[in-house]
């Protein structure tokens, strides 16, 4: 018999290096699972992906047991990792904090597209162009 889901949340955490500190700790406390459990359980799943943020998407069951699946880093993250930038603009319009070009581009779009709501490459590439937009990085 399939488990009740009582409730399901994101976080996005540093992988391979999660602490019980907030966010997480509170977060996973409220609902009653084992924070260290998942502590370690996640730091194991991304050990190997250090260095990135990894969504992980946690569902929670009635009987308090939980599992979770993790995603791939936010597009914010992936730009910012191609460029190696510390952080995005704090004005976008006006201050430009890099330049993608179209080849960089595809690439994120290609190796997002799974968790993206698209199979459309195209449609994945505006979606990265957008994002670096709002961060003030300029897109070929």
Do not use: C, W
Not at 2 to 15: D, G, H, R, S, V
Not at 66 to 92: C, N, Q, W
Request: charge should be positive.
């Amino acid at each position: 018999m399939a488990k009740k889901i009582k409730t399901q949340f994101k976080l996005n955490l540093p992988a391979g290096e999660a602490t019980p500190a907030p966010p997480v700790g509170p977060a996973l406390g409220q609902h009653g699972i084992p924070i260290m459990e998942f502590i370690k359980e996640y730091n194991a799943k991304t050990a190997d992906k250090k260095g990135n943020i990894i969504p992980a998407v946690i569902t929670v069951y009635e009987d308090r047991s939980f599992d979770f699946i993790t995603k791939l880093p936010p597009v914010a993250a992936m730009i910012k990792k191609t460029l190696k930038l510390e952080k995005g603009s704090g004005v976008p319009n006006t201050e430009k904090v890099g330049k993608l070009t179209k080849a960089q581009i595809e690439e994120i779009a290609q190796e997002k597209l799974g968790d993206l709501n698209t199979d459309d490459l195209a449609a994945a590439v505006a979606i990265v162009r957008g994002t670096a937009g709002s961060m003030g990085v300029e897109a070929e």
